[in-house]
């Protein structure tokens, strides 16, 4: 089973901020917080991943908390093309271990 | 960055017919990958996993002698749904996950869309 929690949907104006919330409070010390999004009829993609730390790339960037129990995805300029499902996995960062996902934020960006 | 291909995109099967979906890490060596299945509306699931070389571990639920995964090499492995129905029909994702990827992650095919008529 998935052990995040993430809202079902959000909506976004194109060109604001989406910021998307995880809850993950049963997370492992050594698991890390991965989140994938899916375009409709299309595989996962990668966004981004962190374990401690806030991270940021050229996509996005990932707040977690202190006690790691949450997490934010943050898209800091939404375009058209950024609709799409959007998972929050916890996992171990061994090639072995497969991702398991949940239901995902449906996240709409409108003009 | 590390891409993972899928083949064929899409497939239309007469029912009691079998089908081979080919999974293939184009830049990295996967030692393990992954098969999942997702219905219309519904989130990923994950039907296997398979080593290379070594027989495929299989969800509970998932029939073995019905989704047949070979993973022969490295870069390679296949998912023949055998004896299809249109039960089977839905999208079938793959991800590959292993060394020299250069980041900690898995990465997924484009998906197959399978639709048993």
């Known amino acids: 089973d998935a052990k995040t929690t993430q809202p079902t949907s959000m909506d976004c104006a194109e060109g604001r901020a989406a910021n998307l919330p995880c809850n993950h409070s049963?997370?492992?010390?050594?698991?890390?917080v991965y989140w994938y999004r899916q375009i409709h009829s299309q595989g996962p993609q990668y966004i981004i991943h962190g374990l401690k730390n806030n991270e940021t790339n050229e996509m996005a960037s990932l707040i977690i908390t202190e006690d790691r129990k949450s997490s934010t995805l943050i898209l800091p300029h939404a375009t058209l093309r950024d609709t799409a499902v959007y998972y929050c996995i916890v996992s171990l960062n061994q090639a072995g271990t497969a991702l398991i996902f949940g239901k995902g934020t449906t996240l709409s960006v409108s003009s | 960055g590390a891409v993972v291909s899928q083949h064929p995109s899409w497939v239309i099967c007469k029912s009691g017919t079998s089908v081979k979906i080919e999974c293939r890490s184009l830049d990295f060596q996967a030692t393990t990958m992954f098969w999942y299945r997702q219905f219309p509306k519904q989130s990923l699931m994950l039907m296997a996993t398979s080593n290379e070389g070594s027989k495929a571990t299989y969800e509970q639920g998932v029939e073995k002698d019905k989704f047949l995964i070979n993973h022969a090499s490295l870069t390679l492995s296949t998912l023949t749904v055998t004896s299809a129905h249109p039960e089977d029909s839905s999208f079938y994702i793959c991800?590959?996950?292993?060394?020299?990827?250069?980041?900690?992650?898995?990465?997924f095919g484009q998906g197959t869309r399978l639709t048993v008529v």
């Open positions: 991800s590959a996950s292993g060394q020299g990827a250069g980041r900690p992650k898995a990465f």
């Open positions: 049963t997370i492992s010390g050594n698991e890390y």
